[in-house]
């Protein structure tokens, strides 16, 4: 089965830096990597999506790349903000209708 | 508008105790997931359904693990002789339908505690 990794397990940034979170996938059937933002006891939230048959895409402050030949995808935050604070999970899937394989996810916390 | 819910949002059991997670998909939302997730680690599937049918359930940790959606929409995850291991959030998330982008929205989940 799909086997995802993510890292790092934690990072610390000040506010107004950058940070790049990395994760691999095992599969070369997935097809489907999004991004999830899970603040303390809340629900995870889909912040941003890529198929695989784009190697970039960004919503304001955030960019995910995809490079397909290596097996690896990463969520590029700028201008972080404290409430950018949380722990970020990727996930991969390898079609619309298959479960999600998360890593094991970041905490991320961002230094006013 | 309406997102996914979840009942109970936190229950407490004694080891032994049969529990009964409920999960209200978004109205609409033919694919439905569980997902099991344990203190610092990510969600880890359980189950998927496909309106009624159970489509995967290789998640299932062991047959004391039973889920249902016999109409479709709300379904219920049930845990008999709860093992203290059990304790964790479980998760239900549902997506519109298995050719539509496939964003799946997630409940807010239901924190079991075993004793």
């Known amino acids: 089965g799909e086997n995802v990794e993510q890292h790092p397990s934690t990072l610390s940034v000040q506010e107004g830096d950058s940070a790049v979170i990395k994760c691999t996938y095992s599969?070369?059937?997935?097809?489907?990597f999004p991004w999830y933002k899970q603040e303390l006891g809340k629900r995870p939230q889909l912040i941003i999506d890529?198929?695989?048959?784009?190697g970039e895409k960004k919503d304001q402050r955030i960019a995910v790349t995809l490079n397909k030949t290596a097996k690896h995808f990463s969520l590029h935050i700028t201008e972080t903000q404290p409430e950018d604070s949380a722990v970020y999970f990727c996930?991969?899937?390898?079609?619309?209708?298959?479960?999600?394989?998360f890593g094991t996810g970041t905490r991320l916390a961002v230094r006013p | 508008g309406a997102g996914v819910s979840q009942s109970p949002r936190y229950k407490v059991a004694k080891r032994g105790q049969d529990v009964a997670l409920r999960c209200d998909p978004i109205s609409g939302h033919v694919s439905l997931f569980w997902y099991q997730q344990a203190l610092g680690q990510g969600p880890e599937f359980l189950t998927y359904f496909q309106n009624e049918a159970q489509l995967d359930k290789s998640g299932l940790p062991s047959d004391r693990f039973f889920a249902e959606r016999p109409e479709g929409s709300v379904s219920t995850l049930k845990i008999q002789r709860t093992q203290q291991e059990d304790s964790a959030v479980y998760l239900c998330a549902s997506s519109l339908d298995p050719g539509s982008l496939g964003e799946q929205f997630f409940g807010p989940g239901t924190r079991l505690t075993v004793l």
């Open positions: 996930a991969a899937r390898k079609s619309s209708g298959d479960k999600l394989t």
């Open positions: 890529i198929r695989s048959n784009v």
């Open positions: 599969d070369s059937a997935s097809n489907y």
